[in-house]
């Protein structure tokens, strides 16, 4: 079956530490994304990227870093730089950046100790 | 700035209609999505629209006024699993998806 495997689902981590989340996809879509998920707010894009090896800046960017060196893989490092880090992280993907619908993983979940 | 508007709670009766309104400002329209989310878990796609009108796919419809900068997804035949958050999100000049906070419908049986 296609779709997006993020792991893991919940990571604990001290404060001072990065850590990485997975993102896989089997969808042949181009475009990934990661967004933060807070109480009381709308989906906020930390990075997306439209093709293997580029990958830009969106709203919340700061703190974090991503690679795409494949083209199924876009994972997401929450570096000690990063505030508040705990939140639940969604990856997504697209057949293309401007085709609306986003097929999201299951999510992941950080809490910082 | 940009800004989606959508009620932050609803509450519905099992077999009932309810009506989840959206009303949104962006810098440009590319498209208006709806998504489904239960509680701890990712988002599924509903609907898009981009011309105003209704679009209607089974139990669930979608309408948009770009004038209004409005929009509501309509639930008919209301059934206990569509207790889950309902969010609005637009895409703007840029194809950027806007996304708002949600409303979450709880369904009462």
């Known amino acids: 079956d296609g779709g997006i495997t993020q792991s893991p689902k919940y990571l604990f981590r001290k404060e001072g530490q990065n850590v990485t989340l997975s993102c896989e996809q089997n969808?042949?879509?181009?475009?990934m994304y990661w967004y933060r998920q807070d109480p009381g707010q709308g989906l906020r894009l930390i990075y997306y990227?439209?093709?293997?090896?580029?990958?830009q800046k969106g709203d919340i960017a700061e703190g974090y870093s991503v690679s795409r060196e494949k083209k199924e893989s876009f994972p997401l490092t929450v570096t000690s730089a990063q505030k508040n880090p705990t939140a639940f992280y969604l990856c997504?993907?697209?057949?293309?950046?401007?085709?609306?619908?986003?097929?999201f993983g299951e999510g992941s979940r950080l809490t910082v100790l | 700035g940009q800004n989606i508007d959508q009620p932050t709670e609803m509450t519905a009766t099992e077999g009932a209609i309810v009506q989840i309104n959206c009303t949104y400002q962006?810098?440009?329209?590319?498209?208006l999505f709806w998504y489904q989310q239960h509680a701890g878990e990712a988002p599924t796609f509903l609907s898009y629209?981009?011309l105003d009108g209704l679009e209607e796919k089974g139990r669930f419809s979608s309408f948009l006024s770009r004038s209004k900068g409005y929009s509501y997804l309509l639930l008919k035949e209301l059934q206990m699993k569509d207790s889950a958050s309902y969010l609005c999100?637009?895409?703007?000049?840029?194809?950027?998806?806007?996304w708002g906070a949600g409303t979450k419908l709880i369904i009462k049986p």
């Open positions: 999100a637009v895409a703007d000049s840029n194809y950027q998806l806007i």
């Open positions: 969808l042949n879509h181009d475009a």
């Open positions: 629209n981009v």
């Open positions: 990227s439209q093709i293997v090896n580029d990958f």
């Open positions: 997504a993907s697209s057949t293309d950046v401007g085709t609306g619908e986003l097929f």
């Open positions: 962006t810098s440009g329209f590319n498209g």
